[in-house]
T-cell receptor, first 113, second 111 residues
Framework: ETGVTQSPTHLIKTRGQQVTLRCSSQ?????VSWYQQALGQGPQFIFQ???????GRGNFPPRFSGLQFPNYSSELNVNALELDDSALYLC????????????FGNGTRLTVT | RKEVEQDPGPFNVPEGATVAFNCTYS??????FFWYRQDCRKEPKLLMS???SGNEDGRFTAQLNRASQYISLLIRDSKLSDSATYLC????????????FGAGTRLFVKA
């Protein structure tokens, strides 16, 4: 069984740039969700995709957008990067649209300078 | 008020101690509940789901009280390897699906 994989593991960007983070879901999972985790805080829900459609969103501005592909892999795109976007970005996959336990990838650490 | 609140911690306990973590949630429409464990600089990992009937997995016992909107985790006979941050997680399905994490409670188990 292949777990959740994320790429890249680390990334440094400049304020104002755009970034794309990628995630491959665990085999058999059709739900993917993304989280932002600042140092010392719990993960903050960005959004969830189920069967290629967004079915839930947290309190993040529209410059945070995503996609889920037919093979259930996913992308998180962030436009117009701000210094406060520096964080660990976690992807998680699960079975079904709601209420299933999450299986997390190792995360992408984004630094915005 | 935060949607999910946990004990701020950290908790420092000796090996063999029993430790209890508390968590409250504000939205009565919340549908499912979990405890996750996160080691330093690692991803969160599912510890256990939480049910109203209570559930136990070895040294770990979780309980949900829907009337009080309260979730608990009890760890008996603490081991050094239990040192981690414990995250309370609530799924809310009305008005758009959301997964809400608490800020986490850090546990240090000492020899």
């Amino acid at each position: 069984e292949t777990g959740v994989t994320q790429s890249p593991t680390h990334l440094i960007k400049t304020r104002g740039q755009q970034v794309t983070l990628r995630c491959s879901s665990q085999s058999g999972h059709n739900t993917v969700s993304w989280y932002q985790q600042a140092l010392g805080q719990g993960p903050q829900f960005i959004f969830q995709y189920y069967r290629e459609e967004e079915n839930g969103r947290g309190n993040f501005p529209p410059r945070f957008s995503g996609l889920q592909f037919p093979n259930y892999s996913s992308e998180l795109n962030v436009n117009a990067l701000e210094l406060d976007d520096s964080a660990l970005y976690l992807c998680a996959s699960g079975e079904g649209a709601r209420n299933s336990p999450l299986h997390f990838g190792n995360g992408t650490r984004l630094t915005v300078t | 008020r935060k949607e999910v609140e946990q004990d701020p911690g950290p908790f420092n306990v000796p090996e063999g101690a029993t430790v209890a973590f508390n968590c409250t949630y504000s939205n009565s429409a919340s549908q499912s509940f979990f405890w996750y464990r996160q080691d330093c600089r690692k991803e969160p990992k599912l510890l256990m789901s939480v049910y109203s009937s209570g559930n136990e997995d070895g040294r770990f016992t979780a309980q949900l009280n829907r009337a009080s909107q309260y979730i608990s985790l009890l760890i008996r006979d603490s081991k050094l390897s239990d040192s981690a941050t414990y995250l309370c997680v609530v799924n809310k399905g009305t008005g758009g699906f959301k997964t809400i994490f608490g800020a986490g409670t850090r546990l240090f188990v000492k020899a």
